[in-house]
Nanobody
Framework: QLVESGGGSVLPGGSLRLSCAASRYSFNGACVSWFRQCPGKEREGVSFLYFGGGLKYYDDSVKGRVAISLDRAKNTVYLDLGSLEPDDTAMYYC???????????????????WGQGTQVTV
């Protein structure tokens, strides 16, 4: 089970730290991504992390403003959002899978587990 937290309402230029905590599932060796979705739009990949391979990817729309990280001791993945813009307003979802195929990191159906989402409003 994945549980997101940390969303909220911020002014443009503000920042937020989103958290994704896992229970009965270890992020070690897994691939973890953050997606976001606006009403009426498809879910889109924001960032990808494969801790075991030292790989991180970011969508061009957030590159330079966002950082993904893993706290192994807490089994929690973070997404630090900075210089937030109104276009960043969306529901943000954490997702994970055991088969780490980098080429499909943006593919929603490739993931095994999803959280319930946390709302970010700018």
């Amino acid at each position: 089970q994945l549980v997101e937290s940390g969303g909220g309402s911020v002014l443009p230029g503000g920042s937020l730290r989103l958290s994704c905590a896992a229970s009965r599932y270890s992020f070690n060796g897994a691939c973890v991504s953050w997606f976001r979705q606006c009403p009426g739009k498809e879910r889109e990949g924001v960032s990808f992390l494969y801790f075991g391979g030292g790989l991180k990817y970011y969508d061009d729309s957030v590159k330079g403003r966002v950082a993904i990280s893993l706290d192994r001791a807490k089994n929690t993945v973070y997404l630090d959002l900075g210089s937030l813009e109104p276009d960043d307003t969306a529901m943000y979802y954490c997702t994970a899978r055991s088969r780490c195929t980098v080429s499909t990191w943006r593919t929603v159906s490739a993931y095994d587990f999803w959280g319930q989402g946390t709302q970010v409003t700018v």
